[in-house]
């Protein structure tokens, strides 16, 4: 069984940054996708970006594109999230998320985090 553990949200102003932390234990994630997803209110939740836990293979969303980086630490077992030039639509519960293989479906992914609030203030 996977646990994780976000951390890092926080309030922001538009065009500020933010890290967030993944911290994951428990099996070996040698053979998983590891993900970002946000939800925002109101709305469901949406795929940030993954990366693949062993090449460090990444891919985002084109709303995050360019301004979003995801990376992993394979020796601490953390994952990452670099959130730059943040605007107030990235207002969201951010999760990350651990699954088989990539996919902008979130019920593809067996083991999530209880999220992380970010907030952009305009």
């Known amino acids: 069984q996977i646990r994780l553990v976000e951390s890092g949200g926080g309030l922001v102003q538009a065009g500020g940054s933010l890290r967030l932390s993944c911290a994951a234990s428990?099996?070996?994630?040698?053979?998983?996708?590891m993900a970002w997803f946000r939800q925002a209110s109101g709305k469901e939740r949406e795929l940030v970006g993954t990366?693949?836990?062993?090449?460090?293979?990444?891919s985002y969303a084109d709303s995050v594109k360019g301004r979003f980086t995801i990376s992993r630490d394979t020796v601490t077992n953390a994952m990452y999230l670099q959130l730059n030039s943040l605007q107030p639509e990235d207002t969201a519960v951010y999760y990350c998320?651990?699954?088989?293989?990539?996919?902008?479906?979130?019920?593809?992914?067996?083991?999530w985090g209880q999220g992380t609030q970010v907030t952009v203030s305009s």
């Open positions: 428990g099996r070996t994630f040698d053979r998983y996708t």
């Open positions: 998320a651990a699954g088989p293989y990539a996919s902008i479906q979130a019920k593809t992914y067996v083991a």
């Open positions: 990366i693949n836990w062993t090449e460090g293979y990444t």
